[in-house]
């Protein structure tokens, strides 16, 4: 699959297409709205990182350019300004996604493949790892065939893990996931503690191995092999 | 007081005073004047009377017979008794009555002097009538006394519609200040004058006020851009953090542990940017305030938002919405504003407390209020808990951590400002704060 970054900050422009690398992309990068524009011009990509704001031009000027002509191409808008006409916008201009900076990889990681899914309309779309097979539309999980009841935080958590399967997630990444930036973060990273312990109860009851692994002081990790159906 | 009425005032209290003295000062002059030119009629009579004698000594008797000079004066003319020292004058008012069938008695001024006649003394006593004179010079005295006092009064009402009418302007300009609540808003001019100190002043305000206003704005757009370019570094930092704790197996625990801080104080650094940026949208008035918002309805989202934290600290909500409230304005800033203090109520809260939520009113002052059990505002904090970067630190001590970014009250204060609001905070008896928003 081909993605598209364009983002004015050299060194964060660096950093996405490392991330889109590892995740299997061939990159393109551009740094202002005329190279993003040529690259667009020229070739037609499945996913395009938008930056707003743009040292010549604001970002939604490609995003009308990419929507006019490639219909199927997912846009996600990456912006500084944290605001709500901006976003609405962009999503009325048929942007996919959005995410205000500083946004931790995990949650753009897991937004692309959200995205992505949806799509390119992968009806299953269920997530097996080892026995413990997740959807990731609706909260059903199960291990082994026996569904386990587990609260919407607790979900978002295992889902979120699932996600970024193979990649340490910090827990302030996961606070910002469930709760929104909103939150006071000293005052919610408690409670993560709490939903992990309850978590992993759930998952143990229900017979599975630990899959969630404790990164001392910093995070989660849950490793595994994924095997998509 | 007001200026002119001050001026008004204690010109009034001069006038008086000037009218007092001139009025003492005056009396005095015509009473003397008026025993000085009675005192020259009585010498006159006197010259009249020696004269008579000298000429025919023996119209003495007739003299001492008739006794009356006229209807106003009268002589008595008695043999020497030495009483009075030989060829002097002296003069006194006395009181007295002129024949003993008269009913009061009445004021004289009294020549007592002698004269020889044939080589023999005479007292020679002459009166004269005060009275007449007296009403003659108070009738003056009166008529004088009497048209200052008119002209006192005419000035006193001409110059309130003379200093009206000057000070106007003055009045204006100082109506307009008093009407000022936030420089940035105030986007009038103060006139021109043609009197000279008000136009200095007037232009002085103006040059001020947009001094005021530029700064003021250049603050707030600095802070908004600052906040906004922080924020694309802030990123770089986070991810490269991140990427560093991805290699988590590879890496040991002290570093992972830097970095995971590092990450930390990023987030938290851009969660302040944002919420600085936020308050300096709110304040640039960068929001539309045209949508219906349902208080009610908002309140509930909070709370689902919320729920988490509520459930795990096992609080009680008591809800109490009397009533359906809409109330024009944006939907997510009023959002954002019940956020941060139904926030603060969950994280102030003990394990285990209740946080009272009412949403009621007569027609007149909608309330919405938060009551919870928490250790309350501390002293310190009284009257500035709304201002940025105040924090309790007694709150935080006891729950033994740092919280937040200390903008979530001053973000509530700029949202309830800028839709008119009123906002305040009170510790409840007992234990526990109390916030209130009047809409």
């Known amino acids: 699959m081909r993605a598209l970054v364009v983002e004015d900050e050299p060194l964060l422009n660096e950093e996405l297409e490392e991330q889109l690398l590892e995740e299997q992309f061939s990159v393109d990068c551009a740094e202002t709205l005329q190279e993003g524009r040529d690259l667009v011009a020229g070739d037609e990509y499945d996913l395009v990182l938008l930056d707003l704001g743009l040292p010549d031009g604001n970002g939604l000027e490609l995003l009308k350019m990419i929507k006019k002509y490639y219909d199927e191409t997912v846009v996600v808008i990456l912006t500084a300004r944290g605001e709500v006409e901006d976003k609405v916008k962009g999503l009325e201009l048929g942007s996919d996604d959005y995410l205000a900076k500083p946004f931790a990889m995990a949650e753009l990681r897991a937004r692309i493949h959200a995205v992505l899914r949806r799509r390119f309309k992968i009806s299953d779309n269920e997530i097996l790892i080892g026995k413990l097979l997740l959807n990731l539309n609706h909260m059903e999980v199960s291990y082994g065939g026996k569904p386990i009841d587990l609260t919407e935080t607790e979900y978002k958590i295992l889902r979120y893990l699932v996600l970024n399967k193979n990649k340490t997630i910090t827990r302030i990444a996961l606070a910002e996931h469930i709760w929104g930036s909103k939150i006071d973060d000293r005052f919610s990273l408690d409670f993560i503690n709490s939903h992990m312990k309850n978590l992993r109860k759930k998952l143990s009851e229900a017979g599975a191995p630990e899959l969630i692994e404790t990164v001392y002081g910093v995070g989660y990790k849950l490793e595994a092999y994924e095997t998509e159906q | 007081m007001k200026l002119n009425n001050k001026i008004l005032l204690s010109n009034l209290v001069l006038s008086v005073v000037i009218f007092v003295l001139t009025s003492i000062g005056m009396y005095y002059l015509v009473n003397d004047t008026v025993y000085d030119e009675l005192d020259n009629h009585l010498l006159q009579h006197k010259i009249d009377i020696i004269n008579q004698v000298q000429g025919d000594p023996a119209s003495l008797k007739e003299i001492r017979k008739l006794g009356g000079l006229g209807s106003y004066e009268w002589v008595e003319i008695n043999p020497y008794d030495g009483t009075v020292e030989p060829n002097t004058n002296s003069f006194a008012t006395i009181d007295t009555v002129r024949s003993p069938d008269e009913a009061s008695s009445e004021s004289y001024r009294r020549l007592a002097t ?273 201002d940025r970067f105040k924090k309790g630190n007694g709150r935080s001590n006891e729950l033994g951590k740092n919280n937040g970014t200390g903008l979530g009250l001053s973000l509530v204060k700029s949202i309830c400002k800028l839709h008119g609001f009123g906002y305040r905070a009170e510790n409840k008896e007992g234990a526990g704060a109390e916030i209130t928003l009047r809409f």
């Open chain 2, 114 to 386: 002698t004269i020889s006649v044939n080589d023999q003394y005479y007292n020679l006593n002459i009166y004269e009538e005060v009275a007449a004179w007296q009403n003659i010079s108070m009738t003056i005295l009166l008529s004088v006394l009497a048209g200052l006092l008119i002209w006192i009064l005419l000035l006193y009402l001409l110059n309130q519609m003379v200093f009206d009418r000057i000070l106007t302007p003055f009045y204006d300009t100082v109506d307009t200040l008093e009407t000022i609540s936030d420089p940035t808003d105030f986007d009038e001019r103060f006139p021109d004058s043609s009197t000279d100190e008000i136009d200095v002043l007037n232009r002085a305000l103006n040059t001020m006020m947009n001094e005021i206003r530029s700064s003021f704005e250049d603050q707030k757009k600095f802070i908004q851009n600052a906040s906004h370019e922080l924020l694309t570094p802030l990123s770089i930092i986070r991810q490269k953090a991140e990427k560093i704790l991805s290699r988590s197996d590879q890496l040991d625990r002290q570093t992972l542990r830097s970095a995971n801080e590092i990450q930390e104080t990023a987030v938290r650094l851009s969660r302040l940017s944002n919420a600085l940026l936020l308050i300096s949208r709110v304040e640039n008035k960068q929001y539309e305030l045209d949508e219906q918002v349902d208080i009610a309805g908002v309140t509930e989202k909070v709370l689902e938002e919320l729920n988490d934290f509520i459930t795990l600290k096992n609080i009680s909500l008591e809800k109490e919405f009397s009533e359906e409230l809409s109330v024009q304005g944006n939907q997510e800033l009023i959002h954002s504003a019940i956020y941060n203090i139904v926030q603060n109520a969950v994280k102030f809260s003990p394990e285990g407390a209740s946080i009272t939520i009412t949403l009621n009113g007569g027609a007149e002052n909608h309330e919405f209020k938060v009551i919870d059990e928490g250790p309350g505002i501390p002293e310190a904090l009284n009257g500035s808990l709304f």
